[in-house]
């Protein structure tokens, strides 16, 4: 019985979340659908990030989107920050920031393994 509410309860979020165009795992740290970055720009910031993990073992993407058409930004990056893969196995110290650009909206997601560097707190005030 319990299980068969959950099922009712969830299952439209299930099938919302399965319409959102989500992106193909990225060859880079950026990726850029809403097209907001020159391609020089890119280039550099996907330089710096790549700097950036070899340094620390952090492991940061950029996504932006024109919009989330009615999606919940949460469930959104949730779902890119597993498809991707972000952050390694072991430690789970990857960040994806999602910028979503007709919405006005931006949200930065972390695993685990950096909440002690940025806790949901930290992240919410920036």
């Given at each position: ?9 969830f299952?439209?979020?299930?099938v ?12 880079n740290?950026v ?5 907001i ?18 340094s ?12 989330l ?16 893969r ?17 919405d ?7 695993g ?6 940025l ?8």
């Amino acid at each position: 019985m319990f299980k068969r509410l959950l099922f009712i309860v969830f299952f439209p979020f299930y099938v919302l979340a399965q319409n959102f165009p989500y992106p193909a795992i990225p060859t880079n740290y950026v990726t850029d659908e809403a097209q907001i970055l020159e391609s020089d720009e890119e280039t550099r910031l996907n330089a710096i990030l790549k700097n950036f993990e070899d340094s620390t073992s952090i492991q940061l993407f950029v996504y932006t989107s024109p919009a989330l058409n009615g999606f919940v930004m949460a469930d959104v990056c949730q779902e890119i920050f597993h498809k991707w893969r972000i952050g390694h196995k072991k430690t789970n110290n990857g960040v994806l920031i999602g910028i979503f650009v007709n919405d006005h909206a931006f949200r930065i997601h972390t695993g685990y393994g950096m909440e002690g560097v940025l806790p949901d707190l930290l992240t919410k005030r920036i």
